[in-house]
């Protein structure tokens, strides 16, 4: 590992001077993938941030039912809160889905909206990786890429981003609060990821020098009635084929109600918006829900090793949305 | 080279690291503590499972410098019944994983304690969730065992978390 400066700033101020002050400075959090990067060579920050210890640990109910998660909250503590597990039990369990419980116990929120992909050959300094590289190429396209993206994917780039909270955080229309030397914005987490397009580098919206201070969820009575489903290719502690969020409201036999997400297809959470408004007002029926999935689905293309997921997706939309309407939500 | 004041077992040590060492290093190689095991480096294998002020984490991600002012514990520091059922269990093979698995389960069942859940729960706003074999392996799901001792593991842990439910129900009736 290249040798870095370690800091532990007092303050937020204190903290987005540090990175702001040196080009090659990083923000670490739990350390759970910066760290791993890090020793591969693959990141290689001059100047370390420690931000573990800031102000930012609290998770607070808003006027209105909503819930401000300072980004912190170590994953483990925000699957276990209350207000979680009882108003928004899709990000509960999708949390819960991710990892092991021990990098639960060390990831932040802020780390996890920004951990980078599980790409084989992004992870291998020798091999060919517009992400780390750009213009080296891509060794994913004609080499191994069952993890890749059957959405929003470009010639450049086929990764997909490997975290399970943030399709719950989709589904729920999370903003996303990041403080710099600047001040204050909001980012919704919805436009807070990047497609790759040419410059697959480029993952989020965010500034290198913005610190991730919250991560606020507005009020939503849909997503009492939520669950998460992740598929992969085994139980536990693996990430996502394929992921799905979905929130259902259901008043006489119709759908009054949807939220819905997909993980594993794309470079960002991809909330299923055209499957949302295929749904709205349709009989709430094993029909209707195939054909959400497939609008959503239509734009879809796959490569050799994971065409699979096209279909993969479909069913396991159906299966979550059927599994809400037939056994509610995982509260 | 910084000092960093690290607390394991219950003994500060002032150790000159570079902020780049892991904890798991920083116990193996400078604390001469090879109790924790490096199996993958890359937060994949739970080998290096320590406990931070009861915590269960990966050491091998942790940055030393990151844990100064914790308590840590390794299993060179741990006293518990699960070893002890670890054996009548034949919780292990060739034990590179047992440490691990050790620090983990009491880990685990302080958070089970603690009424935190897992993938695996039917209903997540109930609480008291019985720590059935199918909780017991999604909540072990960190640490893998290459000899495949798993059905031993969920034995021991479970003898070791039903002691434990046990005793607390007497202690319960008594306040
Ligand atoms: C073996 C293994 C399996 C995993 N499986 C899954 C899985 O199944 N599902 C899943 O979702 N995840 C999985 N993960 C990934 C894990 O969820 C992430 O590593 C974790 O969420 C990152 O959080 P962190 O706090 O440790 O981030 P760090 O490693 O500390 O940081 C990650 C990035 O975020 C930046 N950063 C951190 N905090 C802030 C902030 N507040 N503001 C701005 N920038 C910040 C850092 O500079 C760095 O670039 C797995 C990881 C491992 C090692
Ligand atoms: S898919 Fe993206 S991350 Fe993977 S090798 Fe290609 S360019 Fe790199
Ligand atoms: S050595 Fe730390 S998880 Fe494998
Ligand atoms: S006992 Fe050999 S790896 Fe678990």
Not at chain 1, 208 to 225: C, F, K, N
Request: proline share 5%; aromatic share 4%; with cysteine.
């Amino acid at each position: 590992m290249r040798s870095f400066a370690y800091v532990r700033p007092p303050d937020v101020a204190a903290a987005v001077r540090a990175v702001a002050a040196e080009p090659d400075a990083k923000f670490l959090g739990g350390g759970t993938n910066l760290v791993d990067l890090m020793r591969e060579g693959i990141e290689r920050p001059g100047t370390v941030v420690d931000v573990t210890g800031l102000p930012l640990q609290q998770i607070e109910e808003l006027p209105g039912g909503g819930v401000r998660i300072g980004a912190l909250v170590r994953n483990s503590s925000l699957a276990a809160h209350r207000l979680i597990r009882t108003r928004y039990p899709m990000l509960a369990q999708a949390i819960l889905s991710g990892a092991s419980a021990q990098l639960r116990n060390m990831a932040t929120v802020g780390g996890n909206l920004l951990q980078r992909t599980r790409c084989l050959y992004f992870y291998d300094g020798a091999a060919a990786c517009n992400k780390r590289e750009p213009g080296a190429g891509c060794a994913a396209r004609d080499g191994f890429h069952r993890g890749g993206a059957i959405l929003g994917a470009s010639g450049a780039c086929v990764a997909t981003h490997p975290s399970d909270m943030c399709v719950a955080l989709a589904a729920l229309d999370a903003v996303v609060e990041a403080e710099s030397v600047r001040g204050v914005r909001r980012i919704p987490l919805a436009g807070f990821h990047r497609l790759p397009g040419d410059t697959p580098h480029i993952e989020t919206e965010l500034a290198a020098d913005e610190l991730i201070t919250a991560v606020e969820l507005p009020a939503s009575p849909v997503a009492a009635h939520s669950r998460y489903r992740k598929v992969r290719d085994r139980a536990s502690y693996a990430f996502a084929l394929v992921s799905v969020a979905a929130a259902l409201e259901v008043r006489h036999g119709a759908v009054t109600g949807v939220r819905l997400a997909l993980g594993g297809v794309a470079a960002k959470p991809w909330r299923a918006s055209k499957a949302e408004q295929a749904l709205l007002g349709a009989p709430a029926t094993e029909e209707s829900f195939r054909h959400a999935a497939e609008i959503e689905l239509a734009p879809a293309e796959g490569l050799p090793g994971n065409a699979f997921k096209i279909e993969l997706a479909r069913r396991t939309i159906v299966a979550t949305l059927r599994q809400v309407l037939t056994q509610g939500g995982a509260a | 080279m910084p000092a960093v004041l690290l607390r394991v077992n219950g003994t500060t040590h002032e150790l000159d690291l570079e902020p780049q060492v892991s904890l798991l290093d920083a116990l193996r190689e400078h604390l001469g503590l090879t109790g924790t095991k490096k199996g993958c480096d890359q937060g994949a294998c739970g080998a290096c499972t320590v406990l931070a002020d009861g915590v269960r984490v990966n050491a091998c991600l942790a940055l030393a410098v990151q844990y100064e002012g914790r308590e840590i514990t390794t299993i060179e520091g741990v006293a518990s019944p699960l070893q002890a059922a670890f054996v009548a269990h034949d919780g292990f093979q060739c034990g590179y994983c047992t440490s691990g698995q050790i620090c983990s389960a009491i880990g685990m069942l302080a958070e089970h304690g603690d009424d935190v859940p897992s993938a695996v729960t039917e209903h997540l706003a109930a609480g008291g969730v019985e720590l059935t074999d199918a909780e017991i392996r999604e909540r072990m799901s960190g640490n893998l065992c290459r000899c495949g001792a798993y059905n031993g593991i969920v034995a021991a842990i479970k003898e070791v978390a039903g002691a434990d439910a046990a005793a607390r129900v007497p202690a319960e009736a008594a306040r």
